[in-house]
């Protein structure tokens, strides 16, 4: 039985607050951040009377939010709203004024090439094939965030597919449990940054402590020191709970008993199911980001996602299944063909 494919409507919510907000918290980490260091220099320096170091301070704090508020405004504005309507046989596309309605079964695939504006940024588009003039496809960009573009372009994929068919068929895996010795690859980079961090803070803590307590003003660098060192271990702290809760997350058994599911240690009943869905073997690219099996309880009101290794960069990758009880494509035949999943597997929650 084929799981049920519903229209979509994917949009970029909250877009214009979203980038004010990101675009003010941009600018005023970096303003904090140097009128920190001019903060320090005031207080160990006796050049000013300490009522024209704070009266500097709140000045500079004031440009700060001034300046923050205008590159805010300026990143709302430049930001569109884009909405992508997914039916069975069409692709709305709508970007602020801009409209247009394109045939899914036209639908090609995702381009991804470096912005004219900006080396940094990256140019997301949507094509369609042109069947006027087939050697000029229709490129759409979608102004979107990464995550955004990637839901968009695997929802008109998979809709695609599972509407008109084609592709390979995938051998359902047959044993009743399904090993895989898969952890998530989590970059140490960003700890080590914050390693060392936190040795430089303590050092100018160590350096300032040092020279005594004769002036209220060393107490008080010695105490903004501590707060950015309370500060950077508290994001230590959450980046090792990240690390723990990615490894969690991810797929290291499968059981298929008679009346539950049994993932890693967590033990679900069929009859509590609502629905289960999973990232088709035949969506590629964007290999940072992972498979996804993702189950929906009656009684919950978010689904639990469990990660299934990550996305394979192109179709002609060779799907790898060392250490695992099967290939990934024969995994997911397994689920969207089980008898006491197949009624229940769904796209809805995909994401």
């Not at 597919?161 to 970059?187: L, N, R, W």
């Not at 490894?247 to 008993?257: A, Y």
């Not at 992972?290 to 002609?316: A, M, Q, W």
Request: hydrophobic share 45%; charged share 25%; net charge positive.
């Amino acid at each position: 039985m084929r799981a049920r494919i519903e229209d979509q409507i994917i949009y970029n919510k909250n877009a214009k607050l979203k980038a004010f907000l990101t675009k003010f918290a941009d600018v005023m980490l970096v303003a904090l951040f140097f009128i920190s260091f001019i903060t320090v220099s005031f207080l160990i320096s006796d050049s000013k009377k300490t009522e024209d170091r704070f009266l500097a301070v709140f000045a500079m704090v004031g440009i700060a939010v001034v300046a923050s508020i205008i590159v805010g405004l300026w990143s709302a504005l430049k930001t569109k709203n884009v909405c992508v309507k997914i039916s069975k046989g069409m692709v709305d596309v709508t970007i602020n004024k801009a409209h247009g309605v394109y045939p899914l079964e036209d639908y090609i695939g995702i381009e991804l090439s470096n912005a004219a504006t900006s080396r940094f940024s990256v140019r997301k588009e949507i094509v369609f094939a042109n069947k006027e003039d087939p050697d000029k496809n229709l490129y759409i960009e979608l102004p979107v965030k990464p995550k955004l573009f990637v839901k968009i372009a695997d929802s008109i994929m998979i809709t695609k597919h599972e509407t008109y068919g084609g592709g390979e068929q995938y051998k359902a895996y047959e044993g009743d449990e399904y090993k895989s010795t898969y952890e998530p690859v989590f970059s140490g980079k960003s700890i080590g940054i914050v390693v060392v961090a936190m040795i430089i803070e303590i050092a100018m803590a160590a350096v300032f402590v040092s020279m005594g307590f004769e002036k209220i003003n060393h107490l008080l660098y010695v105490m903004i020191i501590a707060v950015i060192f309370i500060a950077t271990v508290s994001f230590l702290i959450y980046s090792i709970n990240y690390k723990k809760k990615s490894q969690k997350m991810s797929v290291t058994s499968i059981k298929f008993d008679t009346a539950a599911l049994k993932i890693n240690d967590q033990v679900f009943a069929y009859k509590d199911i609502e629905n289960i869905c999973m990232t088709p073997p035949y969506v590629h690219h964007f290999s940072a980001y992972y498979r996804e099996l993702t189950i929906k309880l009656y009684d919950s009101k978010k689904p639990i996602v469990f990660f299934v290794g990550n996305r394979p960069d192109d179709e002609n990758q060779k799907e790898i299944s060392e250490g695992c009880s099967c290939t990934y494509p024969e995994l997911y035949a397994r689920i969207i063909n089980d008898r006491n999943l197949e009624n229940k597997f769904s796209f809805k929650n995909f994401s």
